[in-house]
């Protein structure tokens, strides 16, 4: 990410990248790739062999696919929800486009307010001043729950309406797939690996229009049956985000690189 969009990093982060570059990822004999849109970046921005690159995708943890909105219902209680709600997940920092997310739903509120809140949950991280001081107003329709346990997350995404996620890079893009796992549609950026995890289980939006967020917003938060055919696509589509396929063909992978077998191309 630091080599692609280095504005929206620390300069601490900047150069830790290119010396993990530089002495780590052209120096491997193999290398695996989260996502093939990372795969891609590798050999496109740091001239790496593709033969070199496997794609293996993550898992997701089995917490997100088995909770239901009825097992999530004590936690949400706790976190003091009680209203349907948008989830926004993720450390708050630039890369993750926030304001235009809060910038489209502020928009939105004066239609779905009363109805809906939007959630913001994550640890502040390195977010400006104005991203922090906006959060931290007492706006209605608006919460910042900060930090929350990882042992809350998978009913936290549950019980959410829907999963705005507008990044604007993503690796892979973990609560994406989380998000889908748990049955929830998602508003997801239409840039880096988001729709390749993403798959049919959301609405795919350029993440620098706020009017594009916002009317992916107001088409699944008005239409109850739209948000239940993306929520089936998505679980079914989170499938392929197991840890145990990914340790099967992570171990056939470190097998051959230490057998000196060339790579394979996915």
């Known amino acids: 990410t630091a080599a692609l969009l280095p504005e929206l990093h620390t300069a601490g982060n900047v150069q830790a990248d290119a010396r993990f570059t530089a002495n780590v990822l052209r120096r491997a004999d193999g290398l695996i790739a989260v996502s093939e849109s990372t795969r891609r970046d590798l050999v496109r921005l740091l001239g790496i062999p593709a033969g070199r690159v496997e ?7 089995e917490r997100f696919s088995r909770i239901t909105r009825e097992t999530a219902a004590q936690t949400l209680e706790r976190l003091g929800l009680r209203k349907p709600y948008v989830l926004f997940l993720g450390t ?5 486009n926030l304001d235009r997310l809060l910038d489209a739903w502020s928009e939105l509120a004066p239609s779905f307010g009363a109805d ?3 959630v913001v949950a994550g640890p502040a991280g390195w977010a400006s001043e104005a991203t922090l001081a906006r959060l931290g107003a007492a706006q209605p329709g608006l919460r910042y729950l900060g930090y929350v346990a990882e042992s809350d997350l998978p009913a936290l995404t549950a019980g959410a309406s829907v999963f705005a996620y507008p990044s604007l890079y993503e690796g892979f893009g973990f609560p994406i797939a989380q998000a889908i796992a748990a049955g929830v549609p998602v508003v997801a950026s239409n840039v880096s690996s988001m729709p390749e995890v993403a798959g049919p289980g959301g609405i795919l939006v350029d993440p620098r229009s706020v009017g594009e967020i916002r009317g992916a917003l107001s088409q699944l938060l008005t239409s109850p049956s739209l948000r239940q055919r993306l929520a089936a696509a998505g679980r079914e589509h989170s499938k392929r985000f197991r840890w145990e396929e990914c340790a099967k063909r992570s171990i056939e992978f470190f097998g051959r690189i230490a057998s000196g077998k060339p790579g394979t191309e996915y």
């Open 116 to 118: 809906f809140e939007l």
């Open 55 to 61: 794609v293996i995708y993550p898992g997701v943890d």
């Open 92 to 96: 708050v920092e630039p890369r993750k």
